[in-house]
Each structure stands twice: as C-alpha cells, then as structure tokens.
C-alpha cells in the first residue's frame, strides 16, 4: 500500500513539474554569445552509436564490520541508431548479438527523454528504469569458497524501479550545453558557468527473500529481513559546467553535489517508513570532434545516490557510456 500512495504523489508532482516547463519553454527566447557559441542552421541529423547503461545497488555496514554486497544488473553493450528534425528526434537500439556470459539475464526496460533550450541552458531529463535480475558482482567477499569456476550467484527474483524527472541550468551565455551533449550547437571558446539541477526521483527495490549473504547475515542485523522498500527523493544539486576547446575538438566536464530530502517506506518485520538525508552526486565527461558537417564523442555520466536505513548505506548508481557520431544532412 505504501508503495502505491508514494508512486501516485511522485507521478502528480511530475506532472505539474513537466506543464510548468513546458509552459516556461513556450515564453522564454535568448540566445547565446555569437562570440562563444555557433548555432548550425542544418535541421536534420543522423547519428549511429554503441552505448552501455546500468543501474547498480550496493549495501555497506555502517559498523564496518560485515563487506559491502555490490548487485548488477546483466545489461548489454547495445548499438543505437536516431535520426532528428529540428526539435524532434528518434531512435531505436537493440542488442549486440555475439554478447553472451554467465552472468544470467536481466529483463530490462528504459525510456529516457530530454530537452534542451538556449534560455540558460535550460534542459529537462525524465528516465525511467526497470530491472529484474540482478547478479552478486563481488562474491569473492560474501559467499565462502567461491572462485570464478562457480559463476556469479544470480538473483533472478530482485526487481529495482527508478523513476526521475530533473531539471538543470547553466548561468552562461557563453557556454553551451547543446554542443556538448547533442552538436546541434558549435563551442567556439572555452567557457564555463554556475549550474544547478533539480528534480525528483522515485526508487523501487523488491525481492521474494533476504537480499544479505548468508556469510554476511549476522553483521547486518535486523537489514536482513528487508524485502521491499520505496524511496521517494526531492534533489538540489548546484554544480560547475565548462567545456575547453581546441579548433574543431572540445572536453567538457559537468559536475553536480547536493542533498536530497528522501520518504522511505520499507518492509522488514513489519511495515516502517521514515524521513531521511540523501546525498547525491552526478558527473558527466565528454570529449569529441565538432566540425560543419560531421561529429563525433565518446561521453561517461555517473550519478549515484545514498540513504540509510538500519545501520545500512544502501547506494543507488546509474552509470552510462557512449561512443558516437553523426552527419548533418541539410
């Protein structure tokens, strides 16, 4: 039950998070400094790329006594294709077909869209995540007389939902988050600014019995009776963006810390919820070649979460990497 009203208050505050902005978009019109910043008049591009998403969980004993327990999810490299038109863009991708390993295999569903604008590089992210089937990624230190030969332990019963909806500035006129993440913008110098990003997230985490070790139950306590949890978390990020340039190629770096105001609801012997501190922190590189009529990068963002719960850091990681490119037909 508790689930459910936390779901519906997340998806009624997204909602109207997402009509206010739209609504901001519609009004607001700015450009950047001419300067900095080239705009390409080219409205149609086709981009080919190989990239990688996962969503890891961990727990660590505040004590230190018992060993931090890392799950993975088994998720592909996969290979992506998109094609844009002005704002709009489309893609799909699927799976490499020689990826194999003993890892057992996740069911997985992602959706992410985004948006982004002149007006103080105004941008706005929403994701939301699915898995079901998670692997113990360092059995080494939790289950007694492993080695590689046995395989990675595999739970196929511990499903994770993550929801967000986040939204992020640059206070610069000078720099440009278009040309860094999707070159339909060029950086003619180097330039930085003051960012901030906001938002609000949803986490889901269930599984049909205890998600602790056995070698590891009697440092963990009374955690080894959870079995499903949801975490509702309000973010204030503040944060530095800059992007160095050299002729046709750049590097940007786009960092963010800040807390988050977290309403847990979880089962252990009963049901309990709670109120509680999360820090966050989100970075994002990426490199590239940005010239008239073709481009190319290779990016990594990192964005992890924590909170704690009986004498337990739980930590929730997203990690992305791409390699890409494009064309820009017309």
Known sequence: MHWKVLIGFFLIGSLHSFSQKIDIEKVIHANNDSNYVYHYPHRIMVQPSFFFRTNNFSLTDIDGVGNEIIYKPNTPVKLGFS????WLKLGFAFN??????DKGETNTFGLYLNTQ???????LDFYLVKNKGYYLANPELNVLGWNERDGYPFRSDIKALNIGLFTHVVFSKKFSLKAALQQKEKQLRSA???AIQTGIS????????TIIPYSQQEYYGGITQFTSGSFISLHFRPGYAYTYVYNDFFATAIAHVGLGLQFQAYKLKGSEWGVSL???FKARFIVGYNADKYFAKLSFNFDTSSFTINQTKFRNGFVIASIGGGIRIM
């Open 192 to 194: 930085g600014g003051f």
């Open 202 to 209: 949803f986490t889901g985490l269930k599984s049909d019995s």
């Open 83 to 86: 094609a844009s038109y002005k």
């Open 278 to 280: 999360s820090p966050t």
């Open 96 to 101: 490499l077909p020689s990826y194999t390993n």
């Open 117 to 123: 604008t002149k007006f103080l590089n105004w941008g």
